[in-house]
């Protein structure tokens, strides 16, 4: 008997073991808190006795809960909440909660916290020793202590803490093109996380989740619905249900927002127009905006995008982009509300070259929008694509604030089967130079408003969650998601610092897996670029879906051909944006715009997308244009497979659903790397007529199998 009943405790011990270490499949994102490793335990046992948190409001109750978890998890023991400050307690409060505690610095110094931004410093308060978490604001309060939690799941030491920190812009807003249907556009990890049937009624458990992630991050909005928007999302029965999810996200201090069609008014208002300039048409956003203030009070705004792939605008009426945006923004003025007016344009006719056709648009419109509009100009100035140049506008439209549009979702890049860490992607824009004022006007002080000393500023990331078990589809997509949290708040970061702190709260392991996975995450964009769109090429991926090669597309709209963007022919490759080409260079300021003109000066990165070559023509490295163009193909799909080996030497050190879930998609990211190699070399092969170079592997298959490949329920679409 004595037997029976050991070995079903050591059964149990095994199964909970298994269920506990083996078994994670990644829902808790990186706010697992798991039990801080030695020998920084010991210290934090050292530093950390008890907890208190001044609370008198919905967002410090959230701040509480969530230093008591993750305390108690990073401990791994009990934390006692108390109500006196003892030695080696956190205390976490605003300002006027936390008035006795603080020293003249900490009060000298919270000014420049701002209205988000917060201190964590250890400070000796009647003689004992603690750690001071507070800031102007209850979310500033909320952020601080997530931060601090940070601190502590990524092992740093925490001995003499200074810190403060605030976020560089002001509105770090998730777009999610979430159809209320709960399809998602260029979604990859399921559907919608938004229930619309169900809600208001049913109030799914992931929303808070989804709220406290985002807080984590310092994310401090969302807009909940597709940008290609149906207008019944300002009809009372879905406004009712944006305004269940806008009560559940309010503690986190995460704001709604909503898309809406310019051709509302029509659409659900009865009007026959929908021109910016009818007193009908303007009093009818009106009363609609004031309606959404009365199920939303502290409602964010509107994003908008008009005259863009088919969608209305003022420009149906001859009006301009200024003249649709100053209406609406009119109407949210007196609620504090504000515009995400799109740059993202696209018109009826056929441009001479696509790239031009935003700053053509929107640079004559400079210093016509109301204060509380913001232009939102994606970082590239064709779509997003695996590299682009920043785009032209930054910098030229020095009266206007201009926010930064990312898309998190991986529509060009693998959507959620590979493996591709965007920060670099990202810094790479950010840190380019536009030379607007002279050098060292960087993508990112245009859009911190620090160039022009604008104060409304914004970053927009488009969402890639879903209702996947693990949010993001591909284990990886959540360090993507995070990232754009972390560079939303301090652009500043480097990928590396970003990747570190990510790698750490997702696998709590040892430096030398850390090492491993951050050296996968650092080369994977490179990577992509070289089996997708190496040397400047672009928007040569299948079409509709975008999923997959389709370098061969033609017909139908030319800008929506892949023909149009490579150009290749018998004579060479690429697109001439030079003055003798479309001149889409001299959209750039001076030495920019020179140095992309410029064959020598030209990063080899970029030599496609602004130049038309022969495949003969010489490299830097002495080869021609066709080799290169092969090398860098092969020299993507052996990266593939250096990751995968990479990936498969950490199979006992992590966990293991985790470590299986990216195992099986780094080998369908191996083919799906073979696939774009071969199809796109043998297609260019059919213009440059030049051999493969020797000692490289001969693809198995032939172009015209490739070509023949059809996707018919490819997702997102
Ligand atoms: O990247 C393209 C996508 C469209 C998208 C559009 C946009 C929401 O292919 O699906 O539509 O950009 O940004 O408006």
Redo the contacts with the bound molecule.
């Keep these: 008997m004595m037997k029976t009943i050991k070995i079903y405790f050591v059964l149990l011990a095994i199964i909970i073991a298994a269920f506990s270490v083996n078994a994670d499949d990644g829902y808790g994102l990186w706010l697992n808190y798991q039990k801080a490793p030695e020998p920084v335990l010991k210290n934090y046992h050292q530093q950390i006795k008890s907890m208190m948190v001044l609370k008198n409001s919905p967002t410090l109750k959230v701040a509480e809960n969530e230093l008591f978890k993750g305390l108690v998890g990073i401990l791994g023991r009990q934390v006692s909440v108390v109500s006196e400050i003892e030695e080696g307690s956190v205390v976490a409060g605003n300002i006027s909660a936390l008035n006795s505690l603080l020293n003249e610095k900490i009060k000298s110094e919270i000014k420049d916290a701002g209205e988000e931004g917060y201190i964590i410093s250890s400070v000796e308060s009647e003689g004992k020793n603690i750690i001071l978490i507070t800031a102007n604001s209850d979310v500033g309060v909320l952020y601080g202590v997530f931060n601090f939690l940070q601190l502590l799941q990524t092992g740093k030491d925490i001995g003499k803490l200074d810190i403060i920190s605030s976020p560089k812009v002001k509105i770090r807003v998730l777009n999610h093109?979430d159809n209320l249907d709960r399809t998602v556009?260029?979604g990859y990890a399921g559907f919608s996380l938004w229930d619309w049937h169900r809600l208001p009624g049913y109030l799914d458990p992931r929303y808070t989740d989804y709220a406290r992630a985002n807080a984590s991050l310092g994310i401090n909005g969302t807009v909940l619905n597709?940008?290609?928007a149906n207008p019944a999302m300002l009809t009372p029965q879905f406004l009712e249900k944006a305004a269940a999810l806008a009560d559940i996200f309010r503690p986190y201090g995460l704001k709604v927002y909503l898309s809406v069609k310019f051709s509302s008014p029509v659409d659900i208002g009865g009007l026959n127009t929908a021109d910016p300039l009818e007193i009908d048409v303007q009093e009818w956003w009106k009363k609609k905006i004031e309606e959404v203030y009365s199920y939303i009070p502290d409602f964010g705004g509107l994003l908008i995008?008009a005259n863009?792939?088919g969608q209305p605008g003022p420009q149906n009426y001859d009006r301009t982009h200024a003249e649709g945006a100053n209406m609406l923004a009119d109407a949210l003025a007196p609620f504090g509300g504000i515009v995400m007016w799109?740059a993202?344009v696209y018109d009826n006719n056929v441009p001479d070259d696509r790239a031009k056709q935003a700053q053509n648009e929107f640079k004559p419109l400079d210093v016509q929008f109301r204060d509380n509009v913001l232009v939102q100009v994606?970082n590239g100035p064709i779509?997003?694509q695996p590299r682009e140049p920043f785009h032209p506008l930054f910098g030229a439209m020095p009266g206007t604030p201009l926010m930064m549009e990312f898309?998190i979702t991986q529509?060009?890049l693998g959507q959620a089967t590979n493996l591709v860490y965007l920060a670099p992607m990202y810094k790479e824009c950010l840190d380019s130079d536009t030379y607007a004022k002279g050098e060292g006007s960087t993508v990112a002080k245009v859009v911190d408003g620090s160039l022009e000393n604008h104060k409304l500023t914004g970053m927009a990331g488009?969402a890639n969650t879903g209702n996947d078990r693990n949010w993001t589809g591909h284990l990886f997509g959540q360090s993507n998601w995070f990232t754009f949290g972390k560079l939303a708040w301090n652009h500043e970061l480097t990928s590396e610092e970003i990747a570190e702190d990510w790698i750490k709260m997702t696998f709590y392991s040892d430096s030398e897996v850390v090492a491993s996975i951050k050296k996968i995450m650092l080369e994977s964009r490179e990577t992509t670029v070289n089996y997708m769109t190496p040397l400047g090429l672009h928007h040569i991926m299948g079409r509709g879906h975008?999923y997959g090669p389709g370098p061969w597309v033609t017909g139908g709209r030319p800008d929506w051909t892949s023909l149009y963007y490579h150009k290749a022919d018998k004579e060479g490759i690429g697109f001439d944006r030079t003055p003798s080409g479309s001149n889409a260079t001299g959209q750039y300021f001076k030495p920019v715009a020179d140095m992309f003109a410029n064959l020598e000066t030209c990063p080899e990165e970029y030599l496609l997308w602004f130049h038309h070559l022969p495949w003969d023509y010489k490299m830097k490295s002495g080869k021609t244009l066709w080799e290169e163009i092969c090398i860098h193909y092969y020299d993507g799909v052996k990266s593939v497979r250096n990751m995968q080996v990479a990936w498969g030497a950490l199979q006992d050190k992590i966990d293991s659903e985790k470590f299986k879930h990216v195992q099986m998609l780094l080998s369908v990211q191996e083919k799906e790397a073979v696939w774009w190699r071969n199809s796109c070399v043998l297609y260019f092969q059919t213009f440059s007529e030049m051999p493969i170079p020797n000692g490289f592997e001969k693809p198995d298959q032939t172009l015209e199998y490739y070509r023949k490949l059809t996707f018919r329920f490819a997702p997102g679409n």
Aim: hydrophobic content about 25%; aromatic content about 22%; charged content about 40%.
């Design positions: 093109w556009e260029r597709n940008v290609n995008k863009s792939e799109r993202f994606k779509d997003f898309q529509e060009y488009v975008h």
